[in-house]
């Protein structure tokens, strides 16, 4: 009985404990890329719907450069008290650590992951023209046509998800690369380039019409194309999806993550953040916190693979 008492106490005890534990007052919110993008569009929403939790002003700082390596070495350095986090991505902490072990950061050893806040869908589409409604008719009309069919690559995670496709399915399909994703998916929507993946806020204002989309790349299928099977759900064991994260400096006390962890969810869950992130064609992640560790590890694991193979 007293064993019980006590250990309620414990437990009522702890989220107390965590916040007298977080003393920062203003925080900064670390973006690897520069002002005006998603990234930073995302970042500002958070700063937003995370101060009146953290009890904190929360300034988004940009610190663009190196592809987003610039940023995360700056945020892997910063004091490990809470006054600074990063707000990192798939690019910068499982796919660059898996194309460049030079870089002077490591995911894992550098910082303490708090949560995943919001993905940003990414769908397969191809141009009207093309007779493939699914990716199966896709592997097919391949198949039949080697060598003949082109994609649009303006990103690494773009390339990575196509090289995949073609690796599993034994088809090839001929890498188109371009400077950004902007111009990637102009020359698609234009019927020069036969294919790519591009985010699902992009891709809608042109589906359907001079693009057919059809497959969702993520683990879900996307709120913008709700009647879109994923690839898994077609047969093919493939998920690729970009989204955004909180992580702080690797030394962080438990307590300090506890407490931000605990505001996190509470900005995840307000109606103000998630109203904003549909207002961005991105979406929220519902998972808990303890989910984000995993995730990163079989992330990192996945592209290694992956850079191997295409190699």
Do not use: C
Request: hydrophobic residues 45%.
């Amino acid at each position: 009985m007293l064993r019980a008492i006590a250990g309620s106490a414990l437990a009522m005890a702890s989220p107390l404990a965590a916040a007298q534990a977080f003393s920062a007052k203003v925080v900064r919110l670390i973006v690897a890329f520069p002002p005006g993008g998603q990234s930073d569009l995302i970042a500002r929403l958070v700063a937003q719907s995370l101060g009146e939790p953290l009890g904190a002003t929360v300034v988004v700082e940009n610190r663009s450069g190196a592809s987003g390596a610039i940023g995360v070495e700056i945020a892997a350095r910063a004091p490990a008290d809470g006054s600074a986090l990063l707000l990192g991505s798939a690019s910068n902490l499982t796919i660059a650590p898996a194309l460049d072990t030079g870089l002077r950061y490591d995911t894992m050893r550098d910082f303490a992951p708090i949560g995943r806040v919001a993905r940003l869908p990414l769908v397969l589409a191809v141009r009207s023209e093309l007779p493939a409604k699914n990716v199966t008719q896709l592997v097919e009309y391949a198949r039949q046509h080697p060598g003949a069919l082109t994609y649009a690559s303006g990103a690494t995670l773009v390339q990575f998800a196509i090289e995949s496709l073609k690796a599993s399915a034994g088809v090839d399909i001929l890498q188109i690369p371009y400077s950004g994703s902007a111009p990637a998916l102009q020359d698609v929507v234009a019927g020069r380039v036969d294919l790519l993946v591009a985010d699902a806020p992009a891709i809608a204002p042109h589906a359907p019409g001079a693009v057919r989309v059809i497959a969702n790349a993520g683990q879900t299928r996307a709120h913008l194309f709700p009647d879109i099977p994923t690839m898994v759900e077609q047969g093919f064991d493939l998920v690729f999806e970009s989204w955004q994260g909180l992580l702080a400096p690797k030394g962080t006390s438990p307590e300090t993550i506890a407490h931000l962890q605990t505001a996190v969810q509470k900005a995840l869950a307000s109606t103000e953040f998630r109203s904003g992130l549909e207002r961005l064609g991105a979406e929220p992640i519902d998972e808990p916190p303890s989910a984000f560790e995993p995730f990163l590890r079989n992330e990192l694991e996945k592209y290694r693979r992956l850079v191997q193979r295409v190699k």
